[in-house]
């Protein structure tokens, strides 16, 4: 192999190298994404035939609404901060449902993706560092004689940055 | 020197082009706290009972009557001329807090009343017959959300002839439907 054959083969397996090398992931995920406000139905006198109780906002900051005229005291949407220094696409995955437990009694928060921002398409961060405002709502069936207690649950959402 | 110019051109065209072309999607999970509280503050109390008073008993029996459907009352109905004294509705009184509507379900069966050894039956169905809200049709909504509702309860006995003096008494199950 003459000199200049064997340049131009180093050359190429560099170049083969660096290829490799930088087809790993060059997306980095400047992106965080932390919980800033949790999800709260409120303190509920609850009405004795039941009730249902929803926080709507998709459209933007809600507090939680009693179809049956229980009294509500407190609430509030839930509220997932994202901060990027570049734009990037963000797709959101609500469950469908989610337990809350106080011991054995259980009441189920259904309808989170209608009643939470960007179910649909997703949002764009705002790059900069500016963060991104999610909020979260849902809603709650409250049946009957519905034990007394303070309810709980983890709400698993999910972000895909794309 | 020119190797490494090709080199250096090379790489930064392939830097541009798994930039462009690789993305890579990337998840990330966030967990979020989701709470309730459930405080009922409604009560249902038993505020007064069904009271068929003191009978002074017609020999050949008598039919006594609580019509308690139109609100509470004291006086009795008395087919056949006994003397009934401090006969008074039932009264059950439920606190609330908020605008809530209801209807009762009373007693379809016969409630014996008993001294131990005799007995007296309120009549089946009467209890429907002469209390308040007895029915879906007649469901009462409050006024407001917070005055006490009240819910005044009669019925009417069949006491035939010769019924043994004596103390009877006995209980009923009532259930409120609250819509």
């Given at each position: 192999?003459?000199?200049?054959?064997?340049?131009?083969?180093?050359?190429?397996?560099?170049?083969?190298?660096?290829?490799?090398?930088?087809?790993?992931?060059?997306?980095?995920?400047?992106?965080?994404?932390?919980?800033s406000?949790?999800?709260?139905?409120?303190?509920?006198?609850?009405?004795?035939?039941?009730?249902?109780?929803?926080?709507?906002?998709?459209?933007?900051?809600?507090?939680?609404?009693?179809?049956?005229?229980?009294?509500?005291?407190?609430?509030?949407?839930?509220?997932?901060?994202?901060?990027?220094?570049?734009?990037?696409?963000?797709?959101?995955?609500?469950?469908?449902?989610?337990?809350?437990?106080?011991?054995?009694?259980?009441?189920?928060?259904?309808?989170?993706?209608?009643?939470?921002?960007?179910?649909?398409?997703?949002?764009?961060?705002?790059?900069?560092?500016?963060?991104?405002?999610?909020?979260?709502?849902?809603?709650?069936?409250?049946?009957?004689?519905?034990?007394?207690?303070?309810?709980?649950?983890?709400?698993?959402?999910?972000?895909?940055?794309? | 020197?020119?190797?490494s110019?090709?080199?250096?051109?090379?790489?930064?065209?392939?830097?541009?082009?798994?930039?462009?072309?690789?993305?890579?999607?990337?998840?990330?999970?966030?967990?979020?706290?989701?709470?309730?509280?459930?405080?009922?503050?409604?009560?249902?109390?038993?505020?007064?009972?069904?009271?068929?008073?003191?009978?002074?008993?017609?020999?050949?029996?008598?039919?006594?009557?609580?019509?308690a459907?139109?609100?509470?009352t004291?006086?009795?109905?008395?087919?056949?001329?006994?003397?009934?004294?401090?006969?008074?509705?039932?009264?059950?009184?439920?606190?609330?807090?908020?605008?809530?509507?209801?209807?009762?379900?009373?007693?379809?069966?016969?409630?014996?009343?008993?001294?131990?050894?005799?007995?007296?039956?309120?009549?089946?169905?009467?209890?429907?017959?002469?209390?308040?809200?007895?029915?879906?049709?007649?469901?009462?909504?409050?006024?407001?959300?917070?005055?006490?509702?009240t819910?005044?309860?009669?019925?009417?006995?069949?006491?035939?002839?010769?019924?043994?003096?004596?103390?009877?008494?006995?209980?009923?199950?009532?259930?409120?439907?609250?819509l």
């Amino acid at each position: 192999m003459s000199s200049f054959g064997k340049k131009s083969f180093i050359n190429r397996f560099c170049i083969l190298i660096l290829s490799i090398a930088l087809a790993l992931p060059v997306h980095v995920m400047g992106a965080d994404a932390v919980v800033s406000q949790s999800l709260s139905f409120g303190t509920i006198d609850l009405n004795p035939g039941g009730d249902t109780i929803t926080i709507s906002a998709s459209t933007g900051p809600a507090s939680p609404l009693a179809n049956s005229n229980s009294v509500i005291t407190g609430g509030r949407h839930g509220l997932i901060t994202v901060t990027s220094l570049v734009i990037e696409h963000v797709d959101i995955i609500y469950p469908v449902s989610v337990n809350m437990v106080s011991g054995s009694n259980v009441i189920k928060i259904i309808s989170i993706d209608v009643n939470s921002q960007y179910r649909a398409g997703g949002a764009d961060t705002l790059g900069g560092g500016i963060p991104l405002t999610i909020r979260v709502g849902g809603k709650i069936v409250i049946p009957p004689g519905q034990a007394n207690g303070s309810y709980s649950a983890q709400i698993p959402i999910i972000l895909n940055y794309s | 020197m020119r190797l490494s110019k090709s080199l250096v051109i090379s790489v930064m065209v392939l830097i541009a082009f798994n930039v462009m072309v690789l993305p890579v999607a990337m998840a990330g999970d966030v967990t979020m706290t989701a709470n309730a509280t459930i405080s009922s503050s409604f009560t249902e109390t038993v505020t007064t009972d069904l009271e068929f008073g003191s009978i002074d008993l017609n020999p050949g029996g008598d039919t006594i009557i609580l019509d308690a459907s139109g609100g509470a009352t004291t006086a009795a109905t008395i087919a056949n001329g006994s003397i009934v004294t401090g006969e008074t509705s039932g009264l059950i009184t439920i606190e609330h807090s908020m605008i809530i509507s209801l209807w009762l379900s009373y007693p379809a069966a016969a409630v014996t009343l008993t001294n131990g050894t005799d007995n007296i039956d309120i009549t089946a169905g009467s209890i429907a017959t002469n209390s308040e809200y007895s029915s879906l049709a007649t469901a009462h909504t409050s006024p407001d959300a917070t005055s006490d509702i009240t819910v005044d309860v009669g019925g009417e006995i069949v006491v035939p002839a010769a019924q043994p003096d004596g103390l009877y008494t006995g209980t009923m199950t009532i259930t409120i439907n609250y819509l």
